[in-house]
Structures are given as C-alpha cells and as structure tokens.
C-alpha cells in the first residue's frame, strides 16, 4: 500500500493480467447497502477493477460509467457484464485518474478502496469525485480504516487515513453537503488467506445540497 513512482498503468495491467480472477466477483457491501433505497441514476464507478460494482448497479437499473487504468481489467468488466446481459447500460473507460477524469455530473459517485502501491494523487482524486456529483446526487467513499486482514508487511506499516482525515481532505464548499454518514465501521468477511476476519472500513457517505 505504500505509494511509490512506479507507473499505476504497468503496476495495475500486471496486478489484472494473469488466468485467474483477482477479487471475489461480489458487490462491495458498503455500495449495496447505501444504494439499496436509492431510485437508480447515473452512476460513476472509480477505479472498478473486475467490474462486479458496476454489474451490480447496472443489474438494479443504474446507468453506469465504469473506469480503471487497467485495460484488462476493464476487458474482465466488459464479460462479467456481458454474462449477466447488462453491457447496454455499462460505458467504460480508461483513466489513469491521477492525469485524467470522465467527464460529466453523476447522481452517485463511488471510489471503493482507492489505495495503491504504485502512483496516486488520492487527494486530488477525491476532490474531483466529490466535483463529479450532480445536485442532489450521493459520494461513496469507502476506505480501509486499517490493514487489511492478512495484509503484507508493507500494507502494516502504510498509514492509513481516518474518517475525519479523509472528510478534510476533500475541502469541500461549506453548505453544499449534508453528512448522511461519516465513521469507522467493521465487517466480517473472510481474509486474504481465506479464513474469517474482521475488516475495519472508513464509510463516507456525503449528499450534494447546492
């Protein structure tokens, strides 16, 4: 998790390029409950790796901007949403979104665990997703609050940014938000080394008031 200069493009191309799939194909708990009562929009999804977010939204009726650096990742994105015949409602797209951001207002923002061992301006990041939601429209963020169960040792020793730490960084314009949701919360799912773990996240959920 430590950030270093290697390029995010060959960094993340290797991460997705091997035979078997990375992550476990399901919806971020934190997305699904949050969207759960939400009347489907237009929603942008950050750094969407496999695509399993975007499919799951698209499933519920969202119309969907999935972007990764990753060309391969978006290529596993493309078939999981062509398996589950959502493809027509997904748009995907390349950014490295240190250098470069989609264009246009989303009624739900969603930046899922946007850490990374090689280069990423997060901060700068974040305040152009928060700048990408539409009036009335929601940003997700969800964080590791702490290593990831079973993290590697340079995972351990990363520092790991606090609700009100992440909620500063944002500088966000003083009366345009209302904080639907801001703190630390735990799960429990299983570890990288597939035994049961406890997960501590930060959940942000922020609504664009003006």
Request: hydrophobic share 40%; proline share 4%.
């Amino acid at each position: 998790m430590t950030e270093s200069v290697q390029d995010a493009r060959e960094f993340w191309e290797q991460f997705y390029g091997g035979d078997e799939r990375v992550w476990s194909g399901r919806v971020n708990a934190q997305l699904a409950e949050v969207t759960a009562d939400l009347a489907p929009g237009r929603a942008l999804d950050l750094g969407c790796g496999e695509g399993a977010d975007a499919v799951w939204l698209a499933e519920d009726g969202w119309e969907v901007l999935a972007v990764d650096v990753s060309a391969n990742a978006l290529d596993r994105a493309r078939a999981a949403a062509a398996q589950r015949d959502v493809l027509f409602r997904i748009r995907f797209e390349r950014h490295d979104l240190s250098v470069s951001f989609p264009d246009g207002r989303f009624d739900l923002v969603s930046a899922q665990f946007l850490h990374s061992p090689a280069r990423l301006d997060r901060e700068t990041v974040l305040r152009r997703a928060a700048a990408a939601v539409a009036v009335g429209g929601r940003l997700l963020i969800v964080d590791h609050g702490a290593p990831p169960p079973g993290a590697e040792e340079h995972a351990r020793d990363h520092h790991f940014a606090g609700v009100d730490e992440v909620l500063a960084s944002l500088n966000l314009e003083p009366g345009n938000w209302e904080r639907i949701r801001a703190e630390q919360s735990r799960r429990q799912d299983t570890g990288r080394d597939g035994q049961p773990a406890t997960w501590i996240d930060n959940v942000i959920l922020l609504r664009r008031t003006g």
